[in-house]
């Protein structure tokens, strides 16, 4: 084997060897006090945490059936992009209220620190079409449920949601019970 080859299987015995949770820089008391920010940032800028966290993201998704992934701005369109070219599926993405050109739906919800509302195509989503909603985390579920309601509300269906982490306590999977929901990393708390 070549140098390089050689050079790549060390690489790849290193990166199954570390845990998609060495990545993620945990920050104490941002927003405000109390609060655990889990920064994905830092997964993000570690050519191996990146690997890392699209290919756990892909292996969840292998044997679902679906047309479209469906990402929020911003974070939703990091990872959703690289699951949607990897699969050859299409990406729909929802945004911030007005950045979209065409005719678009539109909801507003509720956040863990605010609200928001948020926009989609109209055409981005056609009857029938299974959807997989990915982002970077699920806290309390506001922004995944507001983006189910967007897409069933064009017709679409959505059959998974799917997130890099979850935080457990603040129940966002109770709120989506109707929905599978899947996670690479699980926290227990806020």
Do not use: W
Not at 75 to 82: E, L
Not at 84 to 99: E, S, T
């Amino acid at each position: 084997t070549s140098r390089r080859q050689r050079q790549m299987c060390i690489r790849d015995r290193i990166i199954t060897m570390k845990k998609i949770e060495e990545y993620v820089r945990t920050i104490p008391d941002f927003p405000e006090p109390g609060i655990m920010f889990r920064d994905v940032t830092s997964v993000l800028q570690d050519p191996d945490g990146l690997k890392l966290a699209i290919d756990s993201l892909l292996e969840m998704v292998k044997d679902v059936d679906f047309d479209v992934v469906v990402g929020a701005e911003s974070r939703g369109f990091i990872f959703g992009m690289p699951i949607a070219y990897n699969l050859h599926k299409a990406f729909v993405p929802i945004r911030k209220k007005g950045k979209l050109p065409c005719e678009t739906a539109s909801i507003k919800y509720d956040l863990e620190y605010g609200s928001a509302e948020i926009e989609i195509h109209k055409r981005s989503i056609k009857p029938g079409d299974k959807a997989v909603i990915v982002d970077d985390l699920m806290a309390t579920g506001g922004t995944a449920e507001a983006m189910i309601k967007l897409i069933e509300g064009l017709g679409g269906e959505v059959v998974e949601v799917l997130c890099l982490i979850e935080l457990m306590g603040l129940k966002g999977r109770e709120r989506l019970k109707e929905y599978k929901v899947d996670s690479v990393i699980q926290y227990p708390g806020n």
